[in-house]
């Protein structure tokens, strides 16, 4: 069985801190694909990054990094000067390969960012 | 494209009652999904479909049926509802077959079960 866990359940940082929010995933799968969710206060979710189990480079897009480490099972996402607008629910979930079981989403239980101005 | 749209954004029902949550994307998608989101549990899997006339039940599927026609909508079907039920509840699809790609969520249905 997969699990994903967001031990962080709230963060608050002020403004143009970083902030690291740390996800940890369980599989017993080799291939799998790790992504990361934003769900702002308006309640939609929106997709931030996918990464395959087999690609292990780290991904920097604007403010926003992403850290995957195989060897302690972690998928670890950094906001560098953070802003008002980051202030949201962020989600990890991890999908495991088999069309057959659903590929469904494993989601971990979120973390609150809020940042101050 | 819309996108994935979800009808209604907000529903009160009494106990006992039923109702249907409508789904519908317009970049067909053959896979679509049923979640919903509790307080401090993240998301859960309902019900999903790998295409039209396919479903299949995810982790919490009890008291949820779906059915999909067509490769558009992906409806959710509430029996009797139970204030248990109360919870946000997001539909969401992407394309099938080869390697998982991140699935698009809809906006929303906030149900309360009274």
């Known amino acids: 069985a997969q699990k994903v866990t967001q031990a962080q359940t709230e963060i608050s940082v002020v403004e143009k801190e970083d902030v690291t929010l740390d996800c940890v995933y369980e599989?017993?799968?080799?291939?799998?694909?790790l992504f990361w969710y934003k769900q702002p206060p308006s309640g939609e979710l929106v997709f931030l990054i996918r990464?395959?189990?087999?690609?292990?480079q780290n991904e920097i897009s604007g403010r926003y990094s992403w850290n995957f480490q195989k060897s302690t099972s972690s998928f670890n996402f950094t906001i560098t000067a953070s802003q008002v607008v980051d202030s949201a629910v962020y989600f990890c979930a991890l999908s495991e390969e088999q069309e057959t079981s659903g590929s469904r989403l494993t989601f971990g239980e979120g973390t609150q960012l809020t940042v101050n101005p | 494209n819309a996108g994935v749209t979800q009808t209604p954004k907000f529903q009160v029902l009494k106990t006992g009652q039923s109702m249907t949550l409508q789904c519908a994307q317009d970049m067909n998608h053959e896979y679509m999904s049923w979640y919903r989101q509790d307080p401090g549990m993240g998301l859960r899997l309902i019900h999903y479909s790998v295409g039209a006339g396919i479903t299949d039940q995810g982790e919490v599927p009890n008291g949820y049926n779906v059915s999909r026609s067509t490769t558009e909508d992906f409806p959710l079907r509430l029996l009797s509802a139970a204030p248990s039920q109360t919870s946000v509840y997001f539909c969401?699809?992407?394309?099938?077959?080869?390697?998982?790609?991140?699935?698009?969520f809809g906006p929303g249905t906030r149900l309360t079960v009274l």
């Open positions: 599989t017993r799968d080799t291939t799998y694909y």
């Open positions: 969401a699809s992407r394309v099938s077959g080869g390697p998982v790609l991140a699935q698009f």
């Open positions: 990464r395959n189990s087999f690609d292990e």
